[in-house]
């Protein structure tokens, strides 16, 4: 249920710092109460897709499972309002349980009104309606008077192993073998012929048989009525259980905040008092999935960007962190203004009005657009849109082209957005030219992906540090992936060729 309200969060993060807060408050407050936390955590699997079942309760769609999983959520409610009693809750936390509501009454209703058994297909309670009861005792007498049918006509036939049975095809019958076909008296009439056995029936177990149709049908009548009835009483509290339903799906998604926070040590963020801060310091960052799926191998990496480094150009080889370290930027960032705690150290944030990301590569064979095309049209889109709030990440614009063309479109991108646009920004690239650009403008930063040679093999550090890369290793990482030890040979004679001309 918590799932669809934290992918809402994630697609559009909060903008209020106010809200942003009160959301980190309430993932506090459950982290630091663990236990609590797992009650509640327990209180919430009870309740099931409740969104989905008011949903289908509102259009008159609900069957009987919907309001069976409604009693499910109404019995949840108080027990949830309960953990909390002797709690100092933050505020949004007493937001949230006020809005759960009070639905006793309509509780009340549903357990004397909805069956609770398994033993009969009922949907209605027999107690709950007097009527109701009352057909339903004419069907169980009958069923009685069936079985002393069965008797009665053992004694007038002398055969012990005559049974009256009952198939959803045929109805009642009356059951005897073959061996006693001699005994069968003559106002019997034959129903069905069947190896080693015939079926009979007879006049007076025709009439039961109607009576217990006739009653069973005005059974079904009566529950349908009833059951309608109660349909139209829960449609009024459709209203306060959608605010409920909403109120338990956020407490849903803030409790699953605080557990991966407590499970993964993840730190509280910080925003800055002064809105016209524009820092982003983070200490020991990490990429929320990548380090779950590598453990404690992940390294960690810092990042500053402030009003003296606005843009880092951040170079080295493949496979050396530089993608990793600008996506786990934009997720530390995006969480934070979920109400999340982050996977860093520390981390000081200001609010973004939006990120900006181009990473990766794709075409759109469908319209006709080539992978760079689609890169210049999703870079365009970057350089209209951001503002001086927005955080901008940028992985190896330009290789889709010439080196030449490729430099001069990532130069005249990244001059445009720091002058023009003010934007905070982190600019992965093997273009080595653009280190460069730190001499005219002071605001922008050279780091690299650190790696070191050993024993004539690439070793990635996966540390983001200050500085240039001495080069992009391209033909080490070729090694890697175990390309032709030929093919390497002749690739480093050619560029000693390029290097030299």
């Not at 959301?23 to 309740?47: G, H, I, M, P, S």
């Not at 936390?93 to 509501?101: F, K, M, Q, V």
């Not at 080693?196 to 049908?217: P, Y």
Request: proline content about 2%.
């Amino acid at each position: 249920m918590g799932s669809r309200t934290l992918k809402k969060w994630l697609v559009r993060p909060l903008l209020s710092k106010n809200m942003i807060n009160h959301r980190l408050q309430v993932v506090d407050f459950l982290k630091n109460n663990y236990r609590l936390l797992a009650e509640l955590r327990e209180l919430l699997k009870t309740v099931g897709d409740s969104e989905r079942v008011i949903g289908r309760i509102a259009l008159h769609r609900g069957k009987l499972s919907d309001y069976q999983n409604l009693q499910s959520l109404l019995v949840a409610i108080p027990l949830i309002k309960q953990l909390f009693l002797s709690t100092h809750a933050p505020a949004l936390l007493e937001n949230i349980l006020t809005a759960l509501g009070d639905f006793s009454l309509l509780k009340d209703l549903l357990d004397r009104a909805l069956y609770q058994g398994d033993e009969h297909d009922w949907i209605i309670n027999g107690a709950f309606n007097e009527q109701l009861d009352q057909l339903r005792l004419l069907v169980h007498n009958t069923q009685n008077s069936l079985m002393a049918l069965e008797q009665q006509e053992q004694r007038a036939t002398g055969i012990n192993s005559l049974k009256i049975r009952y198939t959803s095809v045929s109805g009642y019958y009356i059951e005897i073998t073959n061996t006693h076909a001699h005994l069968v008296p003559s106002h019997y009439k034959r129903h069905q012929t069947l190896v080693g056995r015939e079926r009979f029936t007879c006049q007076a177990l025709q009439e039961l048989q109607q009576e217990i149709i006739s009653a069973q049908s005005q059974i079904v009548e009566h529950e349908q009525a009833l059951f309608e009835q109660l349909k139209n009483t829960v449609v009024g509290y459709i209203p306060a259980l959608r605010k409920a339903t909403h109120a338990l799906c956020q407490l849903d998604a803030l409790g699953s905040f605080s557990r991966v926070a407590a499970h993964n040590n993840y730190t509280k963020p910080v925003f800055h008092e002064d809105d016209a801060v524009r820092d982003i310091i983070i200490k020991q960052g990490k990429h929320p999935v990548v380090a779950q799926s590598v453990g404690h191998a992940f390294v960690a990496n810092d990042l500053l960007l402030n009003d003296e480094q606005k843009c880092l150009i951040i170079t080295g080889p493949n496979m050396g962190g530089k993608s990793t370290f600008l996506r786990q930027t934009a997720l530390i960032q995006i969480m934070a203004q979920c109400g999340s705690f982050v996977p860093a150290h520390s981390a000081q944030l200001y609010i973004v009005d939006k990120i900006f990301t181009r990473i990766g590569a794709s075409d759109n064979v469908s319209q006709g657009k080539s992978t760079f095309l689609v890169e210049m049209e999703e870079t365009a889109h970057i350089c209209q849109y951001a503002t001086e709030k927005s955080l901008v990440i940028l992985d190896e614009v330009g290789r889709g082209t010439s080196t030449f063309d490729g430099i001069a479109i990532a130069q005249s991108v990244i001059e445009y957005l720091i002058v023009q646009s003010k934007v905070s920004c982190l600019f992965a690239t093997h273009y080595h030219e653009l280190t460069e650009l730190t001499h005219d403008m002071p605001t922008i930063k050279n780091y690299h992906a650190a790696s070191v040679q050993e024993e004539g093999n690439l070793v990635f550090l996966h540390k983001i540090v200050p500085g240039i890369a001495q080069a992009s290793f391209g033909l080490e990482v070729a090694k890697l992936a175990h390309m032709p030890d030929v093919v390497v040979k002749r690739a480093q004679e050619i560029l000693k060729k390029l290097l030299i001309s």
